[in-house]
């Protein structure tokens, strides 16, 4: 018997080391996996705060194969981009080609796919081999295990908070279906039925050929593959930034469209500020280039504020692509996560648009009307007066069909749709959205008197509106002022009116003040208006603004 519990106790031994082996292989072949398909990690932070942690090192395999995988997606949008161009050229100079040529032309890429394909297996082996990246699987996994969404504990918790990586792998933080918030139903412009696109197939399939292979790259650059891959370490510093120095906390929300929208988020709520700014949260929109991680985020986390980026899709970690209806749907599931799982009000949030970014905080204003205030810098009334500025005259009406089909960025449309208070900073050097930086043809002008006209009918008449323009024309504040004064404006008497109006009639607009005004009166309510609306800067289009330019307008836009 002894002789038998010994050979039982070998035989089970080295079963369970034979086991034990084959657990190891098979998590070995799991891991290779995971390294050959796992996202690329840019960055380590370590516990405690202040720090900005370290880039992340990777061995000579995984290096060398990060370049040709980056050099192989670099040629792959530009493939995408010029060979449609490519094939019209070939087609009208040799006809169409024959078969063998175009299997001829399939065996000489062939090597693409395999060389592709082999340096995606030779960065999995270096990863393997390394042992941060092994460190940094182990909690993506424990991420990924948690059943509750990942949250700034959770990130803690897991470790997973402690690396920068693309997002593409990160869990989702928050879904669009979470949120009991409705934005407030809009009327859909009407579609075209498919006899009506039938009936212009020709002219229809050309625009969308332009909208999808010309406009969107040049309306939104950062879109752009070779963009991204440009500023990608750059991004990666600037998350460091807000990491290191404001406690920021990336997230990953699911819009309803399916799109993966990357944002951050610095809580200043609970800060020493006597005028409890922290307790308000700033929306930020980027422009057609510009990310959170290098745009516009600090200027109102410098001015005391609570402040949540996002990038628009298609933008660095941003799935998707940046047309109006995705647009809207980051914006959306933004605004949602703001409320439904940080906690703000609506009347606590501030939308800040720069540029492009103007339209989407116009549809979130526009959907949501309780938004506290609404700042719009350097932004402009309608894209289409931009885009034909800018083309041929014999292409005007193949344009304007295409934008207003596929990029109908009316930001003034929707403004009109907003009540609450707004601020518009004009950029008077602004070459962007003018023509040749002649500040009377900013869009900033045209924005201003149309969301006026709207709000106040009976002030911003035709007989009136030639003395704002004049006000608009002027180049430098000294002029603007010698203007207003010319019209003797007593800025005590205007506001004191539209204050009265406003404690009997209530904010709800359009108000009717003005019906029994003279014109002279009106003019002087007209300027003082706009001086309450509009902010003159002088800087060109993409000088940063000064965090004491953020100025959050009150109710009735009574600023000075």
């Not at 625009?207 to 593959?225: D, K, Q, T």
């Not at 204003?365 to 719009?376: C, F």
């Amino acid at each position: 018997p002894t002789k038998f519990n010994r050979l039982a106790h070998t035989l089970y031994s080295i079963e369970m080391d034979e086991l034990d082996t084959r657990g190891r292989q098979t998590s070995a072949v799991i891991k290779l996996f995971q390294c050959i398909s796992g996202p690329r990690l840019r960055r380590q932070y370590f516990l405690g705060a202040g720090n900005e942690g370290m880039r992340y090192k990777p061995n000579k395999m995984e290096h060398y194969a990060n370049n040709v995988i980056q050099a192989a997606r670099l040629l792959w949008s530009l493939a995408v981009y010029t060979t449609p161009l490519y094939v019209v050229y070939y087609m009208m100079r040799y006809g169409l080609p024959s078969v063998a040529g175009v299997l001829s032309t399939f065996r000489n890429l062939a090597f693409v796919p395999i060389s592709f394909s082999l340096a995606y297996i030779f960065r999995g082996v270096g990863r393997f081999r390394n042992q941060t990246y092994g460190e940094f699987l182990r909690a993506l996994n424990a991420a990924k295990k948690l059943k509750t969404k990942i949250g700034p504990v959770e990130a803690r918790m897991t470790g997973i908070g402690g690396y920068d990586f693309e997002m593409s792998a990160h869990p989702t933080t928050f879904a669009h279906n979470e949120s009991n918030v409705r934005p407030r139903k809009i009327a859909s412009p009407r579609r075209r039925g498919l006899l009506e696109w039938l009936l212009k197939a020709p002219i229809s399939t050309a625009r969308f050929m332009a909208a999808h292979y010309v406009a969107r790259r040049l309306i939104y650059p950062g879109s752009l593959e070779v963009f991204n891959l440009a500023v990608a370490e750059g991004l990666s510093t600037g998350r460091s930034l807000f990491k290191r120095k404001y406690d920021g906390h990336r997230a990953k929300l699911l819009a309803s469209d399916g799109n993966s929208i990357d944002c951050m988020f610095v809580d200043r709520r609970g800060s020493p500020d006597v005028t409890a700014k922290g307790n308000k949260l700033v929306i930020c929109c980027e422009g057609n280039a510009a990310y959170y991680e290098l745009g516009i985020m600090e200027i109102p986390i410098k001015a005391g504020y609570s402040v949540l980026g996002w990038n628009h899709p298609g933008f660095a970690d941003s799935s998707g692509l940046p047309f109006p209806s995705q647009e809207f749907n980051a914006i959306d599931v933004v605004v949602r996560y703001a409320v439904s799982e940080l906690g703000f009000t609506f009347q606590d949030m501030i939308l800040f648009a720069w540029s492009i970014g103007g339209y989407t905080a116009s549809c979130a204003a526009m959907s949501y009307p309780d938004i506290g205030a609404v700042l719009l810098d350097a932004t402009f009334d309608d894209i289409y007066p931009l885009v034909q500025s800018r083309i041929h005259p014999l292409l005007a009406d193949f344009c304007y069909g295409m934008v207003r089909e596929y990029f109908d960025l009316n930001i003034a449309e929707q403004m009109c749709k907003y009540p609450g208070p707004v601020l518009i900073i004009r950029r008077s050097l602004d070459e962007m959205m003018s023509v040749n930086s002649d500040i009377s043809t900013n869009r900033a002008n045209f924005l201003l008197i149309k969301l006026l006209q709207n709000r106040y009918p009976n002030v911003a008449t035709e007989q009136a509106l030639p003395s704002l323009w004049q006000w608009l024309r002027a180049e430098t504040e000294t002029e603007r002022s010698a203007f207003t004064a010319s019209v003797q404006m007593n800025r005590s008497v205007c506001s004191a009116k539209l204050q009265s109006y406003m404690a009997e009639y209530g904010p709800a607009y359009p108000w009717t003040i003005g019906d029994e005004m003279t014109n002279p009166e009106k003019i002087e309510l007209l300027l003082f208006l706009a001086e309450q609306y509009m902010l003159n800067y002088d800087s060109t289009h993409c000088v940063g603004l000064p965090w004491e330019y953020f100025r959050v307008p009150g109710n009735g836009n009574f600023l000075h």
